[in-house]
């Protein structure tokens, strides 16, 4: 089994899937309960630890069928220390919850990698605040402290990199990015963006990624969009900056983050017509090339993603 944290293979441009959205998925396809979206929480029983690894086979197994790459991405979206006090974890009750969370992707990997398939370990880190609500903004100090002990536990679990999902401010993403820089680990931001293609901040995407690459000496290995529909960044992908990015993870629905607060049922959209979204921005941005999904998606959706972008 292959580390990669000197050598991340996407960055050769070849294809990489990744997963859907977890949390989603688990709660209103499976039925679990997950409080605050905290998809770690379970870890604590065999039962959700199997619920976690049948998740991650589907996706991984879609990779291999097709000789892509794929990011396995950890369970750890809520894994941070707000979060983890809401739902009663210690400090090091939270370091052993991502311990365990990079122990199972470790499992999946030996499972499913392959020569044509190689694993990538990602630690994923999620915001301190709500993901469609920046809330109080960070200083990029505070948030630094803040997800430098996540990040640190990563680091000693042996991933691969880490991910930091549904970033809304450019404070928080340079905070994070300084945090894996001095923890020795390649780092990955991925910003939300509003109906507008802004942060939910108001920030323009171009000037967030330019921000955090002036602040961080270019810190982040590449950046990501990640719960949003395409339909609502696809035309403000306008600039030099746009070579920075590297990967989307889309919702399923077209509805903006105030709707899908307020929904009481999943809106998995339409997969087929995901995938084809996808193969259109990959025919303008061949570069964007680690493709997964966010709030609504599932297995089938990623599927489609790869018979559209790959087998196609």
Known sequence: MTDFRNRLPQLSGDIFLTDAGIETTLMFLEGFDLPYFAAFHLLRSEAGTEALRNYYRRHAAIAKENGTGFILESATWRASPDWGDKLGYSAQ?????????????REMKAAFET???????????????????????????????????????????????????????????????RAAQTAGL?????????TDGRLPTGERLGNAIETVDRATANGPVYFMINCA?????????????????????????????AELDQA?????????????????????????????????????????????????
């Open 264 to 312: 009481t049922e999943l809106d998995g959209g339409n997969p087929i017509e995901l995938g084809l979204h996808y193969r259109n921005l990959r025919s303008r941005f061949r570069h964007i090339n680690v493709l997964g999904g966010c709030c609504g998606t599932d297995h089938r959706h990623i599927e489609q993603i790869c018979i559209h972008c790959v087998a196609g």
């Open 229 to 257: 529909h395409p339909t609502h960044f696809e035309s403000v992908l306008d600039g030099g900056w746009a070579e920075r990015l590297h990967g989307i993870r889309a919702n399923a629905s077209k509805c903006s983050h």
């Open 93 to 105: 009750a939270l370091d052993e919850a991502n311990r365990k969370a990079i122990a199972l992707l």
């Open 115 to 177: 020569e044509r398939s190689p694993m990538v370990i990602s630690g994923c880190i999620g915001p301190r605040g709500d993901g469609y609500d920046p809330g109080k903004v960070m200083s990029p100090k505070e948030a630094n402290a803040y997800h430098a002990r996540q990040i640190g536990v990563f680091a000693q679990s042996g991933v691969d990199l880490v991910t930091a999902i549904t970033m809304t401010s450019t404070n928080e993403a340079i905070g994070v990015t």
């Open 186 to 194: 390649p780092v990955v931001i991925s910003f939300t963006v509003e």
